[in-house]
């Protein structure tokens, strides 16, 4: 471990001269066990150790593990050439006691206490030490020699707690370099919480860590299988992270050696040859001459992992105990995230199935609404809503139930039901807060429970006459946007008497303010701006202060502006709803798109044609037609459903959205080949347009962008 060791003139016994056999090189020295190590027996090791250690003793070059605490030393053959005087007594004790001569010496010991502890690399400098020996022969004239070692890396378990260091010596060639990158794969996948993003770890990290020409990562999917797959060179299809990587499908009896060796659970190395020739997609796969697949296996999931170079590659015992490391480790956070996912996605389809699956349209009133989960993705209690009432006025709420849990999403239902309910025997906000009192109150008597804590602010709008009329139950307050001369804006929160959450009684009282066109509403969950170790004050002015630089009171874009407001992550959901009372009518069109490759096609002929009779300026049309274009291409990739195309222009912007019928991270469902990549079409809507955004649904994704006209834009004709 440290910077020098003494060479011996007569090699021990233990250290043989002839090839090791492949079990040999993964035992430990004569007359030790792995049970009498801090290790334990190895059954019980955890993957991503039993890997490492794998490695380190089938490595070609001296390698050694301080493992634990105790930093216990466990090292292959070739570091024991390089300690044979203290070879192999020196074999699972701390390596403080092996090299206590030089343990103290500023470099050594401290350096790889300080990787254990902080889990940061040590810099790859050499330092060579001379060690003094307390072994006979060690005061051989001339010294001992000095051999230097680097190196120093964390080595972590499948949860990415750091349990040892790594010690490489030089010269270290290519695959013990990758074998320091295995400690920075566990500890990114240790932060992953669904297979999306297992996958981009998985695939980053073998691009540019293995250094291999191309990746696939697949996993049974019920009759087939999803595969995920990256190209060296190739653009990124999760360039935006908000959207999930490109999945694609391929069926149970496919002849790709990742499917071949998912189901026989045996690894198959080729070194030369075209191993992907009867599976090829592109002139990608047909170039691959060298491929290792290996499966993943594990209680629960039964998937696949394979590397591939253009070149012939031979795949060495390190190398092959590298990539089984990887696939472990890939293994386990594959399976823990599909099992979170299993448990979340139940709890939040239960949310959203008690979200409004489409909000009213009723003009001039135009309105927006978006739910995102906090940090810990678990389904919650907050919700909106929006409702016409019979007398023509539109009924719009936010609540929050505190908790993440089923229970809470349950308990949103029956608020959210209720408050429809009373709202249209009554709309009058004092006498619907009124009747909620009293169910909460019920619920929290049945329960045996005073932890029910219910927000709720609760409007009626009359586009009519203009007027809002607000109540809260212990809600943070609405804003609201007044548009000005220019495209210039002012904000205020409405002076609503606060009250206090449902099921504790007392007075409600509402207010009523002029809501003239031009104006938009939002209320919002205090998700939006809570933030940990940051006052609900300073939040609240963070929210303000975006909305009035805003330069467009598109309820829409005000939700994806509020989302982001304010700065740090949120720990709580978010839920939000706008009401933008328009002070010019739109025209709007919309089109169905099905689910086939000349789908984009159709769209760019139709968008063309249509914004063209609108009188939308040329330089506006073809970059509108370009991002409908993407969007339809990847909601054809990502959810292989039909897609309907909503246009909606106005004076002064042409809003544009298209949405899906396909679950979040589904497999695509129809031939892809020609289609853009995912990457590159978000950036062209990034990059043209003003605003734009994602919006998930119970039963599909909604994907949209805006982009502001020119003011010498004449107002559409609506007829």
Same mark, same amino acid.
């Given at each position: 471990?440290?910077?020098?060791?003494?060479?011996?003139?007569?090699?021990?016994?233990?250290?043989?001269?002839?090839?090791?056999?492949?079990?040999?090189?993964?035992?430990?020295?004569?007359?030790?066990?792995?049970?009498?190590?801090?290790?334990?027996?190895?059954?019980?090791?955890?993957?991503?150790?039993?890997?490492?250690?794998?490695?380190?003793?089938?490595?070609?070059?001296?390698?050694?593990?301080?493992? !634990?605490?105790?930093?216990?030393?466990?090292?292959?053959?070739?570091?024991?050439? @390089?300690?044979?005087?203290?070879?192999? #007594?020196?074999?699972?004790?701390?390596?403080? =006691?092996?090299?206590?001569?030089?343990?103290?010496?500023?470099?050594?010991?401290?350096?790889?206490?300080?990787?254990?502890?902080?889990? =940061?690399?040590?810099?790859?400098?050499?330092?060579? @030490?001379?060690?003094?020996?307390?072994?006979?022969?060690?005061?051989?004239?001339?010294?001992?020699?000095?051999?230097?070692?680097?190196?120093?890396?964390?080595?972590?378990?499948?949860?990415?707690?750091?349990?040892?260091?790594?010690?490489?010596? *030089?010269?270290?060639?290519?695959?013990?370099?990758?074998?320091?990158?295995?400690?920075?794969?566990?500890?990114?996948?240790?932060?992953?919480?669904?297979?999306?993003?297992?996958?981009?770890?998985?695939?980053?990290?073998?691009?540019?860590? %293995?250094?291999?020409?191309?990746?696939?990562?697949?996993?049974?999917?019920?009759?087939?299988?999803?595969?995920?797959?990256?190209?060296?060179?190739?653009?990124?299809?999760?360039?935006?992270?908000?959207?999930?990587?490109?999945?694609?499908?391929?069926?149970?009896?496919?002849?790709?050696?990742?499917?071949?060796?998912?189901?026989?659970?045996?690894?198959?190395?080729?070194?030369?040859?075209?191993?992907?020739?009867?599976?090829?997609?592109?002139?990608?796969?047909?170039?691959?001459?060298?491929?290792?697949?290996?499966?993943?296996?594990?209680?629960?999931?039964?998937?696949?992992?394979?590397?591939?170079?253009?070149?012939?590659?031979?795949?060495?015992?390190?190398?092959?105990? %590298?990539?089984?490391?990887?696939?472990?480790?890939?293994?386990?956070?594959?399976?823990?995230?599909?099992?979170?996912?299993?448990?979340? !996605?139940?709890?939040? @389809?239960?949310?959203?199935?008690?979200?409004?699956?489409?909000?009213?349209?009723?003009?001039?009133?135009?309105?927006?609404?978006?739910?995102?989960?906090?940090?810990?993705?678990?389904?919650?209690?907050?919700?909106?809503?929006?409702?016409?009432?019979?007398?023509?006025?539109?009924?719009?709420?936010?609540?929050?139930?505190?908790?993440?849990?089923?229970?809470?999403?349950?308990?949103?239902?029956?608020?959210?039901?209720?408050?429809?309910?009373?709202?249209?025997?009554?709309?009058?906000?004092?006498?619907? %807060?009124?009747?909620?009192?009293?169910?909460?109150?019920?619920?929290?008597?049945?329960?045996?429970?005073?932890?029910?804590?219910?927000?709720?602010?609760?409007?009626?709008?009359?586009?009519?006459?203009?007027?809002?009329?607000?109540?809260?139950?212990?809600?943070?307050?609405?804003?609201?946007?007044?548009?000005?001369?220019?495209?210039?804006?002012?904000?205020?929160?409405?002076?609503?008497?606060?009250?206090?959450?449902?099921?504790?009684?007392?007075?409600?009282?509402?207010?009523?303010?002029?809501?003239?066109? !031009?104006?938009?509403?939002?209320?919002?969950?205090?998700?939006?701006?809570?933030?940990?170790?940051?006052?609900?004050? #300073?939040?609240?002015?963070?929210?303000?202060?975006?909305?009035?630089?805003?330069?467009?009171?598109?309820?829409?874009?005000?939700?994806?502006?509020?989302?982001?407001?304010?700065?740090?992550?949120?720990?709580?959901?978010?839920?939000?709803?706008?009401?933008?009372?328009?002070?010019?009518?739109?025209?709007?069109?919309?089109?169905?798109?099905?689910?086939?490759?000349?789908?984009?096609?159709?769209?760019?002929?139709?968008?063309?044609?249509?914004?063209?009779?609108?009188?939308?300026?040329?330089?506006?049309?073809?970059?509108?037609?370009?991002?409908?274009?993407?969007?339809?291409?990847?909601?054809?990739?990502?959810?292989?459903?039909?897609?309907?195309?909503?246009?909606?222009?106005?004076?002064?912007?042409?809003?544009?959205?298209?949405?899906?019928?396909?679950?979040?991270?589904?497999?695509?469902?129809?031939?892809?080949?020609?289609?853009?990549?995912?990457?590159?079409?978000?950036? %062209?809507?990034?990059?043209?347009?003003?605003?734009?955004?994602?919006?998930?649904?119970?039963?599909?994704?909604?994907?949209?962008?805006?982009?502001?006209? *020119?003011?010498?834009?004449?107002?559409?004709?609506?007829?």
């Amino acid at each position: 471990m440290p910077g020098t060791v003494g060479r011996a003139s007569t090699p021990p016994s233990a250290v043989a001269d002839a090839p090791p056999t492949p079990d040999a090189l993964l035992s430990p020295p004569a007359g030790h066990r792995w049970a009498d190590t801090p290790l334990g027996p190895r059954e019980g090791w955890d993957p991503a150790l039993r890997g490492v250690v794998d490695l380190v003793m089938s490595a070609p070059v001296a390698m050694a593990l301080a493992y !634990g605490d105790d930093l216990a030393l466990i090292y292959n053959r070739g570091f024991a050439e @390089l300690i044979r005087p203290k070879h192999p #007594a020196a074999f699972g004790r701390p390596a403080a =006691e092996v090299f206590r001569e030089v343990w103290q010496t500023p470099g050594v010991g401290d350096v790889i206490e300080r990787v254990y502890r902080t889990g =940061e690399p040590y810099p790859d400098r050499e330092k060579p @030490l001379s060690i003094p020996h307390d072994e006979p022969g060690g005061d051989e004239p001339g010294g001992p020699e000095l051999v230097p070692t680097r190196g120093y890396s964390a080595v972590r378990d499948s949860t990415g707690r750091v349990v040892g260091v790594l010690a490489v010596v *030089p010269e270290t060639p290519e695959t013990s370099r990758r074998l320091l990158g295995l400690g920075a794969l566990a500890s990114a996948l240790a932060d992953t919480g669904t297979l999306d993003e297992v996958a981009r770890v998985t695939l980053c990290h073998a691009v540019s860590a %293995l250094g291999v020409d191309r990746v696939e990562f697949g996993v049974d999917d019920g009759g087939g299988w999803r595969v995920v797959r990256r190209v060296r060179g190739e653009l990124l299809d999760e360039a935006d992270e908000r959207l999930p990587p490109l999945w694609r499908r391929h069926p149970a009896d496919s002849p790709a050696p990742l499917v071949r060796t998912a189901d026989s659970g045996t690894a198959v190395f080729t070194s030369d040859g075209r191993p992907l020739l009867r599976c090829a997609v592109d002139r990608h796969d047909e170039r691959i001459r060298a491929l290792a697949a290996l499966p993943l296996r594990t209680p629960s999931l039964r998937g696949g992992l394979s590397v591939g170079y253009r070149r012939p590659h031979v795949w060495s015992p390190a190398e092959r105990a %590298l990539l089984t490391a990887f696939a472990e480790l890939v293994a386990r956070a594959a399976e823990r995230a599909r099992r979170v996912e299993t448990q979340h !996605g139940a709890g939040l @389809l239960l949310q959203r199935s008690m979200l409004p699956e489409h909000l009213p349209d009723l003009p001039p009133l135009r309105i927006a609404a978006r739910y995102d989960a906090g940090v810990d993705g678990d389904a919650g209690g907050d919700f909106y809503d929006a409702f016409a009432l019979p007398d023509g006025r539109l009924a719009v709420v936010v609540g929050d139930v505190v908790g993440h849990d089923a229970r809470a999403a349950a308990l949103m239902g029956q608020v959210r039901a209720a408050l429809r309910a009373l709202a249209l025997a009554d709309p009058e906000p004092a006498p619907v %807060l009124t009747g909620l009192d009293r169910l909460v109150a019920s619920l929290g008597a049945e329960a045996r429970s005073d932890e029910l804590f219910v927000t709720v602010v609760y409007g009626l709008i009359s586009p009519g006459d203009g007027r809002l009329t607000v109540a809260s139950a212990g809600h943070p307050p609405p804003l609201l946007r007044h548009a000005t001369a220019n495209r210039s804006a002012t904000v205020r929160f409405l002076d609503v008497p606060p009250g206090v959450p449902l099921g504790l009684g007392g007075l409600r009282a509402a207010i009523t303010v002029d809501f003239p066109p !031009g104006d938009t509403l939002l209320l919002f969950s205090d998700g939006v701006v809570a933030r940990r170790r940051h006052s609900l004050t #300073a939040g609240l002015a963070a929210l303000a202060a975006a909305l009035a630089t805003s330069t467009t009171g598109d309820p829409r874009a005000l939700c994806v502006l509020a989302s982001g407001a304010v700065a740090g992550s949120a720990e709580d959901d978010l839920a939000m709803l706008a009401v933008e009372h328009a002070a010019t009518p739109s025209r709007s069109a919309s089109m169905e798109v099905p689910a086939e490759p000349t789908a984009p096609g159709r769209v760019r002929r139709w968008m063309t044609s249509l914004l063209g009779r609108w009188g939308v300026p040329e330089r506006v049309v073809g970059s509108a037609v370009l991002c409908t274009s993407e969007l339809v291409t990847n909601a054809l990739l990502h959810a292989g459903t039909a897609t309907r195309v909503n246009v909606d222009l106005r004076a002064e912007r042409l809003l544009v959205s298209v949405t899906d019928r396909g679950t979040r991270g589904a497999v695509s469902r129809v031939h892809t080949d020609g289609l853009s990549g995912r990457g590159r079409g978000l950036r %062209l809507v990034e990059s043209l347009s003003d605003a734009w955004g994602t919006d998930p649904t119970v039963r599909g994704c909604t994907v949209w962008f805006e982009m502001r006209l *020119p003011p010498a834009t004449p107002t559409p004709d609506p007829g």
